[in-house]
Every structure is written in C-alpha cells, then in structure tokens.
C-alpha cells in the first residue's frame, strides 16, 4: 500500500494529530471532545477522512477515549505493539496508516471488542452532512 510520509501531513493536520497518526503517540485521556460526541453520523480519520466508524457502534467505556465495538468493513489494519511490552494490537487506517489506537478483547457484545481511538486521530461528521472527498495518499 502507498502511503504518504509522515512529515508530508504537517500542512493537513494540527501537531497533536500528526504525532499521534504518524509517530503512534497517544492523547491524554478524557481530552477529546469526542467523548462526549452522542449525535448519529460518521467518524472518519482525521489525516485522510477514510470513513472508519458508525455512531451507533460507539460506547463509552469509562476509559477516557472514544471507544468502538466495530469498525465499518476494511476500515482499518491491525499489527502487534510491544512499546508496553506487553503485546498489544494496535490498529490504523487501512488507506493512509494512521495509528488510530488499540483494540482489546473487553468490550461490549455484540463482538466483546473495544476499539480504544484517540479523538484527535478521527473527524466527526454528523448525519446529514456530506463525507468529505477521501484525500490521495501518495507514494512516500
């Protein structure tokens, strides 16, 4: 898959989104707004606005991130992540690589997953708004 280089998102996206989509750093928890975000719609990465997540599959895990129970169909890739040490599964967006979060095996049914995002690597778009175009992930 091609995929663009990590500093050639720098004019796209805001500091705090880039370190985390491209160097898979981690937002402080309970200092996404989308937390709170409740209204239908579509959650789309915040680098190449890939749709990766319907509202009705958000929960709130008590966690302080955004947490899924589902991705929407090859939204995203996963890969073992062994920063901690311990082995994790760590999953991007399929089209651009961007480091989303982790996905554990404590969630709610109906598939006991949680997708644990950071909201400064997703876009909220609300029902009835258009998707934005998905943006070109050239060749690094």
Known sequence: ??????????????????????????????????????RPGTFICAACH????????????GTGWPSFWRPLPGAVETKTDFKLIVPRTEYHCAH???HQGHVFGDGPAPTGQRYCNNGVALRFIP???????IREVPEA
């Open 1 to 38: 898959m091609s995929r663009k280089a990590p500093q050639d998102w720098a004019a796209d996206l805001p500091e705090a989104a880039c370190h985390v989509l491209f160097d898979e750093g981690t937002e402080r928890a309970g200092s996404s707004p989308l937390n709170d975000e409740k």
């Open 50 to 61: 890939t749709p990766l997540f319907k509202h009705d599959t958000k929960f709130d895990s």
């Open 96 to 98: 651009c690589g961007g």
């Open 127 to 133: 029902e009835g708004e258009s998707l934005p175009a």
